[in-house]
């Protein structure tokens, strides 16, 4: 009989283990992009070229799985040097105190097939605070090198304000607005 229920344990456990996949960022295809409207007439974007997106995926309701977000602030890339060290300075991002963005999820609820709400906490200049992102699962299929990768496209929208973000520079200036767009190519981990 105990070696009956050890068998059962192994075997539940294996199941568990097994019905999780851990993904993550393929950074030659994937991009997490920012836009900010600039005094009022034209916007600006940018990327944070060092930015990890993972996925621990629950196989069997996707709803349970968990995302976790990491970006360099120090990567950030507006195309214009000048403007990227003047983000990195105590004006923005303080990135020397400050060297990363974080987000971990917390809820995710399908809103439609293959859309969902991601609901978690961000992390940005030392402030945390709850948001409501959406993902897209675009599908899979199989790279040159024959591995499986699913593409997801993520949407966000928040106040800089709210992360003590260039506060100096009022919505006349940059818009308080920022919106979020990360499109990312993932691989078993």
Do not use: C, W
């Not at 992390?123 to 992102?133: E, S, Y």
Request: hydrophobic letters at 35%; glycine letters at 6%; a negative charge.
């Amino acid at each position: 009989m105990k070696k009956v229920t050890i068998f059962m344990l192994f075997l539940f456990f294996t199941g568990i283990m097994f019905s999780q996949t851990v993904l993550s960022t393929d950074p030659m295809h994937s991009r997490m992009e920012f836009k900010v409207t600039h005094m009022l007439v034209n916007d600006v974007t940018g990327t944070f070229d060092d930015a990890i997106f993972e996925m621990n995926r629950n196989n069997s309701d996707f709803t349970k799985s968990q995302l976790t977000f990491i970006a360099k602030v120090s990567s950030i890339n507006t195309r214009v040097e000048a403007r990227d060290t003047h983000l990195k300075s105590a004006d923005f991002f303080e990135a020397d105190k400050y060297p990363t963005i974080t987000f971990k999820s917390k809820e995710i609820e399908e809103i439609a097939r293959n859309v969902y709400n991601v609901t978690g906490d961000i992390n940005i200049h030392g402030v945390t605070k709850p948001i409501t992102a959406t993902l897209y699962y675009n599908g899979s299929a199989k790279n040159q090198e024959g591995q499986t990768i699913e593409g997801y496209k993520v949407k966000a929208e928040l106040s800089r304000s709210d992360f003590g973000i260039g506060s100096k520079y009022g919505p006349a200036i940059i818009s308080d607005e920022v919106y979020i767009t990360g499109d990312f190519e993932l691989l078993k981990k």
